[in-house]
């Protein structure tokens, strides 16, 4: 019965491929379970099987409790501690203590038991095998074949017991699927499931476009051409930047390949999805224009405050610039990562024409000069008030109608314009009164809450959103006194949780 034993494990072992030890624990729980059943559950049992002989050996075991514990419930499976030290002396609360009782033998029964104990053992490591083997292949393209398909989605062989599942949202809308087919998919997670790991996989992911042209583009996988981000909509039409390291390569040509063959061999995994090679430019609005290909962009104005950007395109061309359902404008909105306005020649016109007029209402209202003299700021390219009074008096004497008697001027009033402002606004903020709330602070003085409310600092909630460096500014201010009152307006945010120390 012993050689029986060490023949379960070596068996096992060779042809699930787990660790031996793995397998002596599922048969020491077997065993440990047959010998419960025969004392009909009332006793807890612990087996030890010696790993080179087979031969095994059977306790009978007790937890220990203190003596003055409440928790006992099971007498025959548990002792206090004035119990236990009979047993062993060395015992200690909520350690064990045992004593040899006969085992059972390894026969029909026990050898049931431990197959079921064994199946379910070798499953759990399994599973944990497929974790760590797949859990650092996030973002890799796997390969697989298909086992089958249903409503949710299909199922992938990747080989050693591995199952990866790509959810219906991420197949290519339309894209036909059959059992037995091979097919290739971007692994996006690894996540551990009661009924076994899940590998979630996905088609219509970006990045599974790039990993495809690394397979057939060899100067990637060489670092001569870089790739730099895509843009899909899956099954119809995808953007792919790319970018030289080597001066004398095409990184366009290369991705394209001779006579295309290479876009077309990642077009034909993708169920015919268009692919545009995307050539990657250091300039932004360069590089909108290349992303909107194949449209020919007329003008193009860059905001980058809100970036983003106002493309100007011949009306005839307008419907090929958007595309259908604005299909070719998301796709380079989410290439380039700017958001992108696009309008025919005479809306833009229309528009940069309105928003110049407003810049020169708002130099003639401000620096009091007429219309001619706005205009030509306008068009020099001059937006607001801070540029005309910082800009190196230089920039404006290169301006041909102005002499240095009009830039002086035109310098001056805009910073007193500045100046206006800036005194207006400190007026503004040291008329502010302090809050009650603020001023019947714990702490707090009429005088300090005067001097928070000029900074802005007008309530309790004001204050508590204040770091300690903010308020030392203050003279007379100590950071003592800063932090403990800073900790006294932020009091009523513990009010139902235990005050910070």
Same mark, same amino acid.
């Given at each position: ?9 070596? +068996? ?17 729980? /077997?065993?440990?379970? /047959?010998?419960?059943? %025969? ?40 002792? %206090?501690?004035?119990?236990? +030290? ?31 104990? *064994? ?52 197949? *290519? ?16 997670? +690894?996540? =551990? ?9 996905? %088609? ?65 995994? $993708? /169920? ?49 610039? *958007? ?32 928003? /110049? ?30 540029? *005309? ?16 008697? $009009?830039? @002086?001027?035109?310098?001056?009033? !805009?910073?007193?314009? #500045? ?5 207006? =606004? ?11 709330? #603020?001023?019947?602070? @714990? ?23 204040? !770091?300690? @460096?903010?308020?030392?500014? $203050? ?13 006294? !307006? ?12």
């Amino acid at each position: 019965m012993n050689k029986d034993i060490l023949n379960v494990v070596d +068996v096992v072992s060779n042809e699930k491929g787990v660790d031996k030890e793995i397998i002596f624990d599922a048969l020491e729980a /077997a065993l440990a379970s /047959a010998t419960r059943k %025969r004392h009909g559950d009332a006793i807890d049992a612990r087996v030890a099987i010696d790993r080179s002989t087979g031969d095994y050996e059977t306790f009978q075991q007790w937890k220990v409790f203190a003596d003055d514990s409440k928790e006992l419930e099971f007498p025959d499976k548990e002792l %206090r501690m004035i119990d236990a +030290v009979e047993i062993n002396p060395a015992a200690q609360p909520g350690g064990y203590v045992e004593v040899p009782i006969e085992s059972v033998d390894f026969g029909r029964i026990a050898a049931q038991t431990a197959k079921q104990v *064994i199946v379910q053992k070798v499953r759990e490591a399994e599973r944990r095998k497929v974790v760590e083997e797949f859990s650092g292949r996030v973002g890799q393209l796997l390969s697989g074949v298909v086992k089958r398909v249903d409503r949710n989605g299909t199922y992938l062989d990747l080989g050693g017991n591995a199952e990866g599942f790509i959810p219906r949202e991420n197949m *290519i809308p339309r894209e036909p699927v059959r059992t037995s087919d091979r097919m290739k998919a971007i692994l996006r997670e +690894v996540r =551990s499931e009661p009924r076994g790991p899940q590998l979630f996989m996905s %088609r219509t992911a970006p990045q599974f476009l790039i990993e495809l042209m690394k397979i057939e583009v060899p100067e990637v996988g060489q670092g001569l051409i870089e790739i730099l981000g895509a843009a899909r909509d899956a099954g119809l039409r995808a953007k792919i930047a790319v970018r030289s390291n080597d001066p004398r390569i095409d990184p366009v040509g290369a991705c394209v390949g001779m006579r295309g063959s290479r876009v077309t061999a990642v077009s034909n995994e $993708i /169920a015919g999805e268009r692919v545009d090679i995307i050539p990657w430019d250091e300039n932004n609005a360069q590089f909108v224009i290349n992303a909107m290909s194949p449209a020919e962009v007329s003008s193009i104005v860059v905001d980058e405050e809100s970036h983003s950007m106002d493309i100007a395109v011949a009306e005839d061309k307008l419907s090929q610039a *958007i595309g259908r359902g604005g299909q070719n404008i998301r796709l380079a909105s989410e290439l380039t990562g700017w958001e992108l306005n696009v309008m025919s020649e005479a809306a833009a016109e229309q528009k940069s024409e309105s928003e /110049a007029r407003v810049v020169v209402e708002l130099f003639m209202n401000q620096l009091d000069v007429d219309e001619d003299v706005a205009l030509i700021l306008v068009q020099e390219g001059f937006s607001t008030i801070e540029e *005309i009074a910082y800009v190196p008096a230089a920039e404006l004497l290169a301006v041909e109608e102005f002499d240095q008697q $009009i830039v @002086d001027e035109l310098r001056s009033r !805009a910073r007193d314009i #500045l100046l206006t402002q800036a005194i207006a =606004s400190e007026e503004t903020a040291d008329s502010r009164e302090p809050a009650e709330d #603020l001023v019947t602070l @714990d702490g707090m003085d009429d005088d300090l809450a005067g001097m928070l409310a000029s900074r802005g600092i007008v309530t309790r909630e004001d204050l508590a959103e204040q !770091a300690v @460096d903010d308020l030392l500014e $203050i003279d007379g201010l100590s950071s003592q006194r800063a932090a403990s009152l800073i900790m006294a !307006a932020r009091a009523h945010w513990f009010s139902d949780e235990e005050a910070p120390a």
